[in-house]
T-cell receptor
Framework: GQNIDQPTEMTATEGAIVQINCTYQTSGFNGLFWYQQHAGEAPTFLSYNVLDGLEEKGRFSSFLSRSKGYSYLLLKELQMKDSASYLCAVSTDSWGKLQFGAGTQVVVTP | NAGVTQTPKFRVLKTGQSMTLLCAQDMNHEYMYWYRQDPGMGLRLIHYSVGEGTTAKGEVPDGYNVSRLKKQNFLLGLESAAPSQTSVYFC???????????????FGPGTRLTVL
């Protein structure tokens, strides 16, 4: 079967750093995506990893280890607007189908 | 560019009623997808299409049908709605795109459906 696990909720203070872990076991692997979803809104693309290593994009970084089936999303200098759900998703074939984790709710406190 | 749009935004149905959800994209994307999102379960793929006139089943296709008669539109139908189909439905599209990963999916705003 396919399994993507991430923590349900994390709380951090404004200005701090939070790391959201994602572990996966899927039948195929064509890349790993992170999406951000604010309450009541659509998911929006944050980052993509297909090779091992770190991808940095401003305050957000994402890391992938294919041999360990592991990724993390690092959010630095947290702002109140970063309070949202963060979705880990694995592309499992060449048709772009995504298998999503249940999402991690990040709560940023003042 | 409107991106991906969905109609309607909200709908309440009674058990046994039918309805069609419309998804439209203006990005000339080949691939389109329908997902449902339920609390604690993440997004689950219902059906998808890799081109005009083609459709395929995803993870949870039972009780739903789809059609892709035009490249820009992807319709999701519920023939006889059940309370278990109460959910938020998202449409997404992808491929090709030059600057970001080719299979990055772009999502519509969602349709909130309640079946009584």
């Amino acid at each position: 079967g396919q399994n993507i696990d991430q923590p349900t909720e994390m709380t951090a203070t404004e200005g701090a750093i939070v790391q959201i872990n994602c572990t996966y076991q899927t039948s195929g692997f064509n890349g790993l995506f992170w999406y951000q979803q604010h309450a009541g809104e659509a998911p929006t693309f944050l980052s993509y990893n297909v090779l091992d290593g770190l991808e940095e994009k401003g305050r957000f970084s994402s890391f992938l280890s294919r041999s360990k089936g592991y990724s993390y999303l690092l959010l630095k200098e947290l702002q109140m607007k970063d309070s949202a759900s963060y979705l880990c998703a694995v592309s499992t074939d060449s048709w772009g189908k995504l298998q999503f984790g249940a999402g991690t709710q990040v709560v940023v406190t003042p | 560019n409107a991106g991906v749009t969905q109609t309607p935004k909200f709908r309440v149905l009674k058990t046994g009623q039918s309805m069609t959800l419309l998804c439209a994209q203006d990005m000339n994307h080949e691939y389109m997808y329908w997902y449902r999102q339920d609390p604690g379960m993440g997004l689950r793929l219902i059906h998808y299409s890799v081109g005009e006139g083609t459709t395929a089943k995803g993870e949870v296709p039972d009780g739903y049908n789809v059609s892709r008669l035009k490249k820009q539109n992807f319709l999701l139908g519920l023939e006889s709605a059940a309370p278990s189909q109460t959910s938020v439905y998202f449409c997404a599209s992808s491929y090709p795109r030059e600057r970001e990963p080719a299979d990055t999916q772009y999502f519509g705003p969602g349709t909130r459906l309640t079946v009584l």
